[in-house]
């Protein structure tokens, strides 16, 4: 089988999956939804290794392969074929995707085991998995905004599917409403190049771009931009990241899949899959690279201060994809998509971790209430130090190599781009410290009540309750089970998490400065017309960048140390000294009440505006308009409906004898 | 032979039959003013039929004369029904259709 035909079967056992478990499910038994979607899953993970082989096999300049199923649209100029994109990028993506989600289909067939909608939920998860590689397969624009929307709506119904909470419900209307302006970016994006261009094909768009386009005009910066966008929403970018905290209300797994490994990588592999159009709008790369800085920025210094478990390790995925977005704009594409795959690994895990210590917790998710688990939850504990130290950069972890690549472009493009290199180390302190803050604060200290009890071998199942209202609940359908459960009673968990724990302690030696270049080699392919690909540091600048990480990483990991384990009383000092700062941080920087002032209560106003005001003036007006014109015409011609029988006969008469006259006149 | 005499007799017995309709009001006599303008179009047609060689419009008289007994058929019933409800038999009052 060539290439292509493994492309299609990546797609295919996915959608299988999810339609034979959202079709079939009532005749599935027992928990067999879940290991058929992670079969699903998994089978798509060794096509995609099928389609690695055959693409190795190719001479790197005949890597991009394009194959199309049938013409979808095809008229007046209009070519829309139904393709797909097999190069070393979409391959690269699949891989991460599809072997990531793998691990968590498996994790969440223990995690979600007394669940009512056990089925429902493998159906939705085999599905956004399918968007997602759909997204990243697709051979042109219309395609890719299908596989776009697709998950979009996927991450809709995972965010919302304990559906019966309203805080769920709420938070997937978010994730979906500014979800739905990033799409409507990319729209306008595939709108504007076809309208300068006149094709929707990815390749025949890369090989026109320069062409068509100078360096830095108007409407080349503007589909940057638009692309930008959509990028940024999916992504969670800064100003449209204010959706992804909150989508943590979904089940953990989902949180692992689509929060961190999969979906807001999106918007990185957009950027990168459109270098093209980047390298030549300029302008466009540089906002990238700036959001980015600022993303990773704003993200980490709040998730030095909230206590919910998971959203700060939300917060860190932004901060994180912050980097990838920084370095997809300054062009150190290999660096971040070397990171985009280390951190699919390690966040995937810490969502992973955190799962099992909310199980543990009985749905409490808040840290301060956590502590000492090391000896009740040893596995979690030990799996959640891995998770955070490659989060932490530490030396010789993945996160560690992969981070520094990107700052070290920065470095080596100089001039300006020095800002986004000490951005990055300033973030990196500050994720050292927060990684960390979760660390000591979950494993160390003395150990919580819970934890107490679990060492006695007794598991909490509380009440169930809503972790951020606190309401009661049933756990009927439509809301989490009553059973909470650890990694330590289920192997599944088990072994999900530790080979995404060995991939997060050693996937960076596939690129070691100086010693291996797996990846950068790899995805030349896709790169291959890019000015700023083939420029790399020298090794002994990536190594100098590797030595200040290091040291970076201690020094946050110390910090973290002294405030969060040795001395808890200092946090609280600092926090009481800084009573503004840290309601500001805690209140993540006011975006939400920002975007309410700027953007909800204006809509809302304008709409308040059209009920009372347009609404009965200018629509009513025109309604009542048109009837009355009715009206008037109807009474006029009334007056001929007599009733009269024999006038009616006149009239026939008189019409015909008028007719026979015409017809007489003009014939003679 | 001349066509125009008889086409002259046909048009004056549809005018007949026309004024019968128009000044008339019981509906009894209006249903005999218009048997007589469809048998003048009959003439017409046979006329036209004879002169021009045409067996066509021997046909169409024929057609007129089945639908002209249906017509009957039914406007009379409509005549005796009417007047068996003690309704007025006077077009005049029977305006029901007034818009």
Known sequence: MDATTYGWLILAFPLAGSMIIAFGWKLLPGRAAGWIGTAAIGLSFLVTLGALFQILGLPAEERQLTDSLYDYASAGGLDIQMNILVDPLSVFMCLVVSGISTMIHLYSISYVTSDRGFNRFFSYLNFFVFSMLLLVLAGNIVLLIVGWAFVGFASYALISFWYRRTTATEAGMKAFVINVVGDIGLVLAALFIFRELGTFDLLAIFEQAPEQFSTNEGVVVLIGILLLVGAFAKSAQVPFHTWLPDAMEGPTPVSALIHAATMVTAGVYLIGRFYPIFEIALTAADIAAIVGLVTLLIAATIALVVTDNKRIIAYSTMSQIGYMIMGVGIGAYSAAFFHLMTHAFFKALLFMTAGSVIGAMANRQNIDLMGGFRRSLPFTSALLIIGCLALAAFPGTSGFFSKDAILAFAEYRGGAYWVFAIGGYIGALMTAIYAFRIGFRIVAGPPCEVARDLEQGVHHHVEPQNPATGEAEDTDVGFPGEKHNIAEDNWPMKIAMSVLGIGALFSGYIQVPGVTDVLHTFLEGSFEDSKLYFEQPTDAAEWRGLATGALISLTGIAIAHHFFLRNRAAAARLQARLPGLHTFLANKWYFDEAIDLLIVRPTLAFGRWCDSTFERYVVEGLVSGAQGVAKGGNSAVRTAQSGYLRSYALLLFVGFAGLGLYFLIAGS | ?99
Request: charged share 15%.
């Open chain 2, 1 to 99: 032979m001349d066509m125009s005499w008889y086409l002259v007799l046909s048009a004056l017995l549809f005018a007949t039959g026309a004024v019968g309709v128009l000044i008339r009001r019981s509906p009894l006599v209006i249903l005999l003013c218009l048997e007589l303008m469809l048998n003048a179009g009959n003439l017409a047609l046979i006329t036209f039929s004879r002169t021009l060689g045409d067996e066509e419009g021997q046909v169409f008289a024929l057609i007129v004369m089945v639908i002209a007994a249906c017509e009957v058929v039914i406007g009379l019933g409509i005549i005796v029904a009417a007047y068996r409800r003690r309704i007025p038999l006077n077009v005049d009052e029977l305006r029901a259709l007034r818009g």
